[in-house]
T-cell receptor, first 113, second 113 residues
């Protein structure tokens, strides 16, 4: 059974810092990994999707990397802003040909102005 | 493009009562998912539909939970009877195919007292 772990559970940093969020998964036989953002009281928004054949994916100030063999992914946020405050979740397919996702518990990020 | 619509937004019921949630996915999205998100946890997949057929319901507690997707569009998720541990946010998501374009609704927050 696939399990996803995210470290740290919570992070508070001053505005402007670069930061890294970590995600690990137990079954490396994944065909993609996705990072989501969740704001309080709202649904999830997809940020980046990395296919298993890719090593990195970038969108603006966000960069996600994937190392399938070690079962790890990182989300790098450059020049953080207060608007980046949210919970960040990583997710991998549940497997077995279905498209459902298995999520980590998330990293609760606070960017101090 | 309209997002994934869910109702009600909030629901409070007593244990042993029944409750139903409704989801209207993005037009043209063949795949629909229901997730349960308990406070402090990542979303957990309950059921996946492809058009109006069930693809994966392995994590759905079938003794009390049921779901249907009539005509391959709207979907309802029902709990009968509810337990205290069912208190959670129930999220609906849809995608056109696979994991690209995965879009979540804002969810229904259920409190069982």
């Amino acid at each position: 059974k696939q399990e996803v772990t995210q470290i740290p559970a919570a992070l508070s940093v001053p505005e402007g810092e670069n930061l890294v969020l970590n995600c690990s998964f137990t079954d490396s036989a994944i065909y993609n990994l996705q990072w989501f953002r969740q704001d309080p009281g709202k649904g999830l928004t997809s940020l980046l999707l990395i296919q298993s054949s890719q090593r990195e994916q970038t969108s603006g100030r966000l960069n996600a990397s994937l190392d399938k063999s070690s079962g790890r992914s990182t989300l790098y946020i450059a020049a953080s802003q207060p608007g980046d405050s949210a919970t960040y979740l990583c997710a991998v397919p549940v497997g077995g040909g279905a498209d459902g996702l298995t999520f980590g518990k998330g990293t609760h990020l606070i960017i101090q102005p | 493009e309209a997002g994934v619509a869910q109702s009600p937004r909030y629901k409070i019921i007593e244990k042993r009562q029944s409750v139903a949630f409704w989801c209207n996915p993005i037009s043209g999205h063949a795949t629909l998912y229901w997730y349960q998100q308990i406070l402090g946890q990542g979303p957990k997949l309950l059921i996946q539909f492809q058009n109006n057929g069930v693809v994966d319901d392995s994590q759905l507690p079938k003794d009390r939970f049921s779901a249907e997707r009539l005509k391959g569009v709207d979907s309802t998720l029902k709990i009968q009877p509810a337990k205290l541990e069912d208190s959670a946010v129930y999220l609906c998501a849809s995608s056109p195919q696979g994991h690209y374009g995965y879009t979540f609704g804002s969810g229904t927050r259920l409190t069982v007292v």
